[in-house]
């Protein structure tokens, strides 16, 4: 006999999406407050290249901004780009999330310019973006595929201008790598279409 597949329904999984996405923005927010109120002391989590000791902080970054102005250009982009890539399943989403912030976190550690300190949630942002670009591709699927296409005509012009080395005061090589391992994330997790299996009375 066949045993029902219990799963949740789309409304359940946008419901479980948006709060987990609100939660993370909030945290971001009250974060940012803690360190004004700090006197900016959470700022030395972000990473400077090629200390040993900065190796703790590569996930820890992507948490943390340079003052609210900085944060609340990221807030808008997460919180869409973050709800999208979360539909599809929070347990893969989470994984998705902690290899972006790895590998960009990383690949900010050993290429970065020396005496820097770079943190922000930009490089998930770029990461996500890369992720549902092209994971609806590579899965075949084509509501993902017109996610793709719909997030790359709304922000693909400022990832690209995010990509250029000419800007001051920005982490090109984070955005890079960012995107780079949303990419490498849709190959990793991408989701395997399910085979027709043979059932029994």
């Known amino acids: 006999m066949s045993v029902p597949d219990v799963r949740w329904s789309r409304g359940?999984?946008?419901?479980?999406?948006?709060?987990?996405?609100?939660?993370?923005?909030?945290?971001?927010?009250?974060?940012e407050v803690v360190d004004v109120?700090?006197?900016?002391?959470?700022?030395?989590?972000?990473?400077?290249?090629?200390?040993?000791?900065e190796l703790v902080d590569?996930?820890?970054?992507?948490?943390?901004?340079f003052g609210?102005?900085?944060?609340?250009a990221?807030?808008?982009?997460?919180?869409?780009?973050?709800?999208?890539?979360?539909l599809a399943g929070l347990r893969r989403f989470l994984l998705v999330c902690a290899l972006i912030m790895?590998?960009?976190?990383?690949?900010?550690?050993?290429?970065?310019?020396a005496h820097t300190n770079t943190a922000g949630a930009s490089g998930l942002i770029f990461g996500l973006f890369g992720f549902l670009l092209i994971s609806g591709f590579v899965e075949r699927r084509p509501w993902?595929?017109?996610?793709?296409?719909l997030i790359a005509a709304i922000w693909g012009g400022s990832i690209l201008a995010g990509l250029a080395p000419t800007q001051t005061g920005v982490s090109w090589q984070g955005h890079l790598l960012g995107l780079l391992a949303?990419?490498?994330?849709?190959?990793?997790f991408r989701r395997r279409r399910a085979t027709p299996s043979a059932l029994t009375q």
């Open 12 to 31: 359940d999984r946008a419901m479980a999406a948006g709060k987990l996405m609100l939660a993370w923005i909030a945290l971001l927010w009250l974060l």
């Open 37 to 53: 109120m700090s006197g900016h002391a959470l700022d030395g989590l972000g990473v400077t290249p090629r200390t040993p000791s």
């Open 58 to 65: 590569v996930v820890p970054s992507a948490f943390i901004h």
């Open 68 to 72: 609210f102005a900085h944060l609340a």
């Open 74 to 86: 990221n807030t808008l982009p997460l919180l869409v780009l973050g709800f999208l890539a979360a």
């Open 102 to 113: 790895i590998v960009d976190g990383l690949g900010v550690w050993l290429i970065a310019p």
């Open 144 to 149: 993902g595929v017109l996610v793709g296409i």
């Open 182 to 188: 949303g990419v490498a994330a849709a190959f990793v």
